[in-house]
């Protein structure tokens, strides 16, 4: 593409759920801006707030001490507005006339979606960063808030079975993922889960219980099930009725994460990854590149086109899926 001879007003919004890391992401943006000498508006409480026009100005001290807080300080609304044509001819119009060129738009599949739209409708050059703790995006080997979410998982998890073993019970516990199993799998590695639920896998109730029965045969009367909330079996609490319907001779309890692993200051690895790309983000908007998706795939950059990003589904590694298996026994 060719590149823009200059950009004088970059706008920057987070949008969707939360993730850890977002804050650390905007403070790449503006002070990546402000060293090649564009201003930065902060779009408050995403496409909401664009339609709105609630925006404000950010130079650099504006985004001091806010790497290492969670949540983010443009916070984030859903907008029912904006899925109707005039509520984003409103929200563009906003951004002409604030000065706005170009928007870093950071979320993920639902921010991802009215970005694209924003952009064949009217024209704005976006560029989107993925800020999910799903990790559910394609052409990125991580999102933002990812890395922190499994350890606030694995933190919980550790706690929960120091009463297992306790009490001799059978934790059944809940993690995000709607969708995409990422955060199960690698955090029931970690715990040493004796069973792994995840979307992309078909969940069979006789399975399960063949495994904990063979476990007992073993002595193991207690355990952690760990469960991905879009798990085709129902859920934690389901699952755990299911089991207890099947063998009642399990004590069993259930634990939902929740919204927990949306909190909490963002990783090391989270701070590096938001900051490359938020830094990143803006750099490709000075070549001249729109409508894609700033990633790291390897250890390099790479630039993925937002349909792409949303629609190409992320392949769960069926190796770790073997390995959970073979270490659970």
């Known amino acids: 593409m060719a590149k823009k001879e200059k950009i004088n007003r970059i ?9 850890p890391g977002m804050n650390a992401a905007v403070r790449a943006v503006v002070r990546t801006a402000n060293h090649y000498g564009t201003a930065v508006s902060g779009i408050m409480r995403g496409y909401d707030g664009m339609i709105k026009g609630d925006f404000v100005n950010l130079v650099s001290k504006d985004v001091s001490g806010i790497i290492q807080r969670g949540g ?5 609304a859903r907008s029912k507005e904006f899925m109707t044509k005039e509520g984003r001819e409103k929200a563009y119009n906003n951004l002409v006339e604030n000065g706005i060129e170009a928007v870093v738009a950071i979320g993920g599949d639902g921010t991802f979606t009215g970005a694209t739209i924003l952009n064949k409708e009217f024209g704005m050059p976006i560029i989107g960063v993925p800020g999910t703790i799903d990790n559910d995006l394609f052409g990125s080997d991580a999102t933002i808030g990812y890395d922190t979410a499994m350890n606030t998982v694995i933190e919980a998890v550790d706690k929960i079975k120091d009463t297992a073993g306790s009490h001799n019970r059978l934790f ?3 993690v995000m993922g709607r969708d995409a199993g990422c955060i199960a799998l690698n955090t029931g590695i ?30 193991k009367n207690t355990g952690i099930i760990i469960v991905a ?23 069993t309890r259930v ?19 938001a900051s490359q790309l938020g830094f990143h983000a803006v750099e490709s908007l000075y070549k001249g590149h729109n409508n894609v998706m ?14 792409q990003a949303i629609k190409n589904s992320v392949d769960i590694n069926r190796d770790l899926l073997r390995l959970a298996r073979i270490l659970s026994i």
């Not at 920057?12 to 993730?19: H, K, L, R």
């Not at 970690?190 to 495994?211: C, H, N, R, S």
């Not at 909330?229 to 004590?251: F, I, M």
């Open 11 to 19: 706008g920057v919004f987070t949008s969707g759920g939360d993730a």
């Open 72 to 76: 983010t300080i443009l916070q984030s």
């Open 172 to 174: 059944f516990i809940e």
């Open 190 to 219: 970690a715990v040493g889960a004796e069973e792994i639920l995840i979307p992309e896998t078909v969940t069979y109730m006789d399975d399960l219980i063949l495994t904990l029965k063979h476990n007992k045969r073993k002595g």
């Open 229 to 251: 909330e879009g798990d085709d079996a129902g859920g934690a609490y389901e699952v755990a009725a299911k089991v207890k319907k099947l063998d009642s001779s399990y004590s």
């Open 255 to 273: 634990t939902v994460l929740g919204h927990t692993q949306r909190g909490g200051s963002p990783t090391l690895a989270d701070r590096v990854l």
């Open 294 to 307: 700033v990633g790291i795939v390897n250890g390099k950059l790479e630039l993925t086109p937002l349909e």
